[in-house]
């Protein structure tokens, strides 16, 4: 009986305490843990001012910023002044910014002859030299830029889109040495003091591409996100382009279609956001937009693009912990809802903007979300389960 009774009375208190977490506590932790929303408006130096352009136009001040590294060579690798001192301006003027930073991983031309000037002009670059720490220098110098600049806590997209062929750092046949030199760089921007705040994101492009991307993930312990870039494009049959001549209906099943592709396709949104959760990791989409694309296969003003992935976005069950709108004309699509740097740029996509504002304006986007707090709602998730099997 006495011992039953110390059970009971355990047992009582865990309930109490799973309660205490699961009750007005987790209904708050799930209103500050909805997914962050940030916008790329071209890179530094005017990037940051366009950010907040965005801002006034969304009618929501919790955005986050996001920039590329230049290609040319390794200095730009490194985070210059000139890049990382705008976006120390930026971050310091709103508490709760934070940038998100495409870092290249082998300079130069496509075919890797190398830089054309800094360190290392003319020398071919590799993956096997670069799995051998050869190029860690530079990774160190980037770490040291961005804690002396206030960025410590930057998300970096390393080698982003590394199962497309379009960049010097295509990981196609280089899978493991790609791994490697990940491994390499995360452990050398870690060891620099300041820099234990920075997180990893692996983010391969939608689709199977050249390769599956997971043949190239480096391994949990030096990664922080998974992510995947997703646009409304589509070469599925029935879906784009869309004829001229073609009804709202049909229209609006070729979107639905091209949906169906991005959503349940070969390494689309399913795969990649369970490949997340399957590695206990927060899940990103780091560029995502409408798209018209000179060669039709766009899906043109698409507000129920717009709304599937804001359905996807806020599902809990995604884990989503930030993403980013990619709100440009690049020179292989325009995805461009907002007016601009001026204020007076009218989008090619108005239906899909007044739906983007209407998601993701003013109030409908709630506060910031970070591994640490997602982590913190997971335990609490695991402590109300065992409290509820220790009812039973």
Known sequence: MKVNSIVRRNVALFVALAASV???????????LAPQLAVYRWG??????QVDTYIKWLGNSNVWGEDFEPNEHWYGIEGGSWQTGPWSDWKKAQPGRK???SVTLLPGSWDRKGPKSGPGAG????????????????????????????????????????????YTWRAGGSEKQFAEYWRQIVKTMRAVPGAQDLKFCFNPASGWLQFPAEACYPGDDYVDYVGVDLYDQSWAPGTYPI??????????????????????????LVFWSKFAKDHNKAFSIPEWGVCHRGDGHG?????????????????PANNVGFHCYFDVIAGDGDHMLSTGE????????????AKFKELFGGSKTASPRSNEAIDEQRDGG???RAARFAQL
């Open 99 to 101: 940038l998100i930073l």
């Open 44 to 49: 530094a130096p005017k990037g940051p001012a």
């Open 123 to 166: 020398k071919p670059v590799s993956f096997d030299d670069a799995a051998a720490g050869a190029y860690n220098v530079h990774y160190k110098a980037l770490a040291e830029n961005l804690v002396k600049a206030g960025l410590g806590d930057s998300i970096l997209r390393l080698g982003w889109e590394m199962n497309g062929g379009w």
């Open 22 to 32: 699961s009750a007005p506590a987790n209904a708050a932790a799930v209103a500050t």
């Open 299 to 315: 899906g043109e003003d698409n507000p129920f693009f717009v709304e599937q992935m804001a359905k996807f976005i806020n599902d």
């Open 342 to 353: 001026t204020g007076t740029m009218v989008t090619k996509f108005p239906q899909s903007a």
């Open 243 to 268: 004829p001229k001549d073609a009804t709202a209906d049909e229209i609006l099943t070729r979107q639905k279609g091209a949906w169906k592709e991005l959503y349940w396709g070969n390494h689309g």
């Open 382 to 384: 695991r402590l109300v």
